[in-house]
């Protein structure tokens, strides 16, 4: 071998060693960067093509019914009246989110999927981009009005009767026009960088969770107080409205609170296997169908609220009844 060809070699070798170098420096940012990259591409296409057809499927499915069931939601919303227009325009918020899901997020769920399946890589591209920018927007977006909803319930009940004063429609409208703006930025950077957005969406979480937690403990609490403190004065007839005015606001509390654990539990896998990926250091083909599963089951919980809305909040469920009777009647005529 000539002294050229031993020192191509050399030169070769060590460029791959400063590359594998490169790589372990890097760490995981990189290797999910690699995962993200094998969404579309031919590494999965053969093992899990009967997969991708049916993510597709249940994305449609879940797709209309978020449509359906949010648009009902937020008919039933506007002619409801006896909510405070603040904690009305809360949920508005979370419903037009659900409703956005269905409308953008899950039709381009199931364009990946399926262009994963006949392997249309540039529409692959185009798809998983859109799905993860508006995906990550919305569901920062539904983390943060949740939040804000638990920190409504807590003000309703510490400021008492200056609550309407200062929790007013323009300052929650305000609030919430931030929160759209920040997790729309957020969303739009989210594929940029690994790290940054990883880092930055378990703080979010984390800090959402902190605050619901200590704000519902805060909340049972003076409930468990205000209890004990009617057992002990039950036959004094001053105390009968706020007893009333109570038993409604442990009801809200309920209602919001049942909300909040299904976002939980359906946001709860997706976040766990984010961190999979970017601990594991081999490519394992179990990651791309749990990928999918936490998927579904995030875009899952955009059908699942208008049902616990029907289900915790009696005036919104008796609204809902009438439109569809209105609807099928209208139909039939």
């Not at 797709?63 to 904690?87: D, M, Q, R």
């Not at 004063?165 to 026009?177: H, K």
């Not at 809305?309 to 569809?324: A, N």
Request: charged share 10%; with cysteine; aromatic share 12%.
């Amino acid at each position: 071998m000539s002294l050229v060809h031993k020192e191509w070699y050399l030169c070769r070798f060590a460029y791959k060693a400063t590359m594998m170098a490169t790589t372990n420096i890097t760490g995981s940012g990189t290797h999910t960067q690699t995962f993200k990259e094998s969404l579309c591409s031919t590494v999965w296409v053969g093992e899990f093509k009967q997969q991708s057809i049916s993510f597709s499927a249940v994305n449609i499915l879940l797709s209309i019914t978020a449509i359906l069931g949010n648009s009902l939601i937020l008919v039933a919303l506007h002619k409801e009246s006896c909510l405070h227009p603040p904690s009305k325009l809360l949920y508005r918020c979370l419903a037009a989110t659900d409703l956005l899901v269905g409308l953008v997020t899950q039709p381009h769920c199931a364009i990946y999927w399926m262009s994963v399946v006949y392997e249309h890589w540039s529409l692959c591209g185009y798809a998983r981009d859109a799905m993860e920018i508006t995906g990550y927007t919305l569901c920062g977006v539904s983390l943060l009005t949740m939040t804000a909803i638990s920190v409504d319930r807590l003000l309703a009940m510490l400021l008492g009767l200056r609550y309407k004063e200062i929790v007013t429609f323009r300052r929650t409208y305000i609030i919430l026009a931030i929160v759209w703006v920040a997790c729309l930025i957020s969303g739009l950077f989210s594929h940029l960088n690994f790290r940054i957005t990883f880092w930055g969406t378990l703080v979010s979480i984390s800090s959402c969770l902190v605050i619901s937690i200590a704000s519902y403990t805060k909340i049972f609490r003076a409930l468990n107080h205000h209890q004990a403190q009617i057992q002990d004065f039950a036959q004094q007839p001053p105390s009968q409205p706020n007893v009333l005015n109570m038993a409604r606001y442990r009801k809200a509390v309920y209602s919001a609170l049942w909300v909040q654990l299904a976002l939980v539990v359906c946001y709860v896998p997706r976040f766990t296997v984010e961190i999979m990926i970017s601990l594991s250091t081999k490519r394992f083909s179990n990651l791309f169908i749990l990928h999918g599963m936490a998927n579904v089951l995030v875009f899952f919980n955009s059908t699942l609220n208008p049902f616990l809305y029907c289900w915790k909040i009696s005036e919104v469920r008796q609204v809902v009844k009438q439109t569809i009777r209105q609807a099928i009647f209208y139909a039939e005529g």
